[in-house]
């Protein structure tokens, strides 16, 4: 059994390894008299930060020279645990080279550029809480231009143990943030957990795994920017330390920022409670006889699905017609069960953890950009169902001469041209911009943006007759043809219910677009699949098991002792359960015949009359 112990020493030194070059890839802010003023950048200021004018020009000089549209100082003295919880979760070296991400830092202080801090419209900038100042740092990297990056400066740091959990929650670091603090807790306490049960296994090799792990601190950061002022006491008592510090964290005070996020649920659950109590089964409006794509009477029940995603209360049939293959949601979604369902999902409560899984799939982005490249390069762009623009941001690098606009009903849209992201922004339904755009616009993209409309032909209609001859239209939906379709059903993720109404078979697609003019120039299947679909069916699951228990419409607040242990089972449980998930993937993805996936990318070129 000795061999354990070495397994669990071998995997703490490479830990170690691994958060040291992160630690080394932190910059420091150069020394010398700054010679400038603030001029074009402004400060962002933490409540228990003391930062010397002097120290914010020079960060301001040195954002300048580096063409850095935010910097985040670090205290030179950051303590033990803090460092560790910002080396955890960022690499400062990457960070520094993703233009896309989400803005990080250590939570002291920042400059950035004026211009974006109003667009940003801020409402404080000083006298922040740890939690204030990680959402506004999150929410700043959308707006700064140019690059953002870290730099270890002369700043004395606090003790803020207090905080930590609001710091970790208001990052979006986990979906949902309430596992902030379960995710870091666990981690923390399986690895301390292991490290005590070396003891167990032999006195003398479990005594130096001991050591080993209360040493580390001095492997992470001796010798390395950053100076940690608790460095001896936080290593040599770290045996000690780390359950106290989860604790600490655990039974802290809420902070301001905590308490106005307890408020807004509060005021949400309210709204929810009404509406549920009403009754979901009234979201849903009449079923049709016949399938909304082809007409024909002959439909066959599919699967019935739940909201995977948010885990809002209702039942939603899908329906599959046997002619042509087309699946709906039968019955549809009235009018005021889409505002229901869609409350929350994208701005509100949902806002940070909408922003941190749009930034993560800049790839697709950028894909499908490179795809319209090879055939064209256009003067002006709309792209229908935007969002906050995420896409646009992306495909602007490919294409920076190219006039973006952006179409949404959520007011995500009118954000995205704060952050410049966009040029003209339309919050209406795009069945109502036709006449004024027609003849604008080169290419239009409907990107994962046709399975939530409540006709999709209607929709294609528009673009047809907003596209001039030679004008391209590119569309990306999830496919319902995969086999995993099939197979995991009302896990599937792109059904993604309630929100998508309709699921389009391509060939479908192909021919509704050669009814309107349109000639399929390029189609991607394969190249356009969309992550696993195991694992996020895994992660659904253990969803519906009730991780996020705060939401609002879960039910009473607080939380009783049987929902806490409800979700620390299921957060216990999602580990092994979407690790077969990932696994699974990765023995089926050989198989996979190469025009099957979970996603396909059609690009038509408009063809003259």
């Not at 809480?129 to 730099?151: H, K, N, P, S, V």
Request: proline share 6%; net charge neutral.
């Amino acid at each position: 059994m000795n061999w354990i112990v070495w397994l669990v020493a071998a995997c703490v030194l490479a830990n170690g390894l691994r958060l040291r070059r992160r630690v080394t890839g932190l910059g420091v802010l150069p020394r010398g008299r700054a010679v400038h003023l603030m001029d074009g950048y402004a400060p962002v200021l933490a409540e228990d930060a003391d930062v010397p004018d002097h120290v914010l020009r020079a960060a301001a000089d040195h954002a300048r020279a580096n063409g850095l549209g935010m910097l985040d100082l670090v205290p030179r003295d950051l303590p033990v645990q803090q460092a560790l919880d910002l080396v955890r979760h960022v690499d400062p070296r990457a960070y520094r080279k993703d233009r896309f991400g989400m803005g990080r830092g250590a939570g002291y202080a920042l400059v950035v550029d004026e211009a974006a801090l109003e667009r940003s419209q801020a409402a404080r900038v000083t006298g922040l809480d740890a939690g204030e100042m990680g959402e506004l740092t999150t929410r700043l990297r959308f707006y700064a231009d140019g690059d953002a990056d870290m730099a270890v400066a002369p700043i004395r740091a606090t003790d803020r143990v207090a905080q930590r959990r609001a710091w970790l929650r208001s990052q979006a670091l986990t979906l949902p943030s309430s596992l902030a603090l379960p995710q870091t807790s666990y981690a923390a306490g399986a690895g301390y957990l292991l490290v005590l049960s070396g003891l167990l296994v032999d006195l003398r090799l479990g005594l130096g795994l001991v050591a080993l792990y209360s040493l580390l601190p001095y492997l992470v950061f001796l010798g390395t920017p950053l100076r940690p002022a608790d460095l001896h006491r936080a290593s040599w008592l770290r045996i000690v330390h780390t359950p106290l510090t989860i604790w600490r964290t655990l039974c802290a005070a809420r902070t301001r920022w905590e308490r106005a996020l307890l408020a807004r649920r509060e005021e949400a659950r309210a709204g929810y409670r009404a509406d549920i109590e009403a009754g979901v089964e009234r979201f849903l409006g009449e079923r049709r006889e016949d399938c909304p794509w082809c007409g024909a009477r002959d439909l066959a029940p599919h699967v019935v699905t739940r909201d995977t995603m948010m885990v809002k209360p209702g039942r939603f049939p899908l329906e599959r017609c046997r002619r042509c293959g087309h699946v709906f949601q039968n019955p549809q979604l009235t009018g005021e069960g889409l505002d229901f369902y869609y409350r929350d999902a994208y701005d509100g409560l949902g806002d940070m953890a909408a922003e941190r899984i749009l930034s993560s799939t800049t790839g697709d982005y950028i894909a499908r950009a490179r795809l319209v490249e090879r055939f064209t390069t256009p003067r002006a762009w709309l792209d229908v169902g935007t969002g906050k623009g995420h896409f646009c941001r992306a495909a602007r690098t490919v294409f920076p001469d190219t006039e973006f606009d952006g179409l949404d009903m959520g007011d995500g849209v009118e954000e995205a041209a704060r952050r410049g992201w966009i040029g003209r922004s339309f919050r209406r339904p795009f069945l109502d911009v036709g006449a004024e755009t027609a003849g604008r616009y080169d290419v239009v993209s409907m990107n994962h943006y046709l399975e939530h409309t409540t006709d999709p032909h209607a929709e294609l209609d528009m673009a047809a007759k907003m596209l001039g001859d030679g004008g391209y239209l590119l569309l990306e939906m999830p496919d319902p043809e995969s086999p995993f379709a099939t197979l995991l059903r009302g896990l599937y993720l792109p059904y993604l219910p309630p929100q998508h109404l309709h699921m389009i078979p391509v060939g479908n697609l192909r021919e509704a677009l050669a009814d309107r003019g349109f000639e399929v120039v390029a189609e991607q299947r394969r190249e356009a699949r969309r992550g696993f679909d195991v694992a996020p069916a895994a992660a659904a699951l253990v969803n519906r098991m009730g991780l996020d228990i705060e939401r609002p419409w879960a039910g009473a607040y607080p939380p009783g002792a049987l929902q806490y242990l409800r979700a620390n089972l299921a957060f216990m449980a999602a580990v092994p359960i979407v690790g077969v998930g990932v696994l699974l993937d990765l023995l089926t993805m050989p198989f996979l015949r190469g025009d099957r996936s979970n996603t396909y990318r059609l690009l038509a070129r408009k063809s003259p009359a």
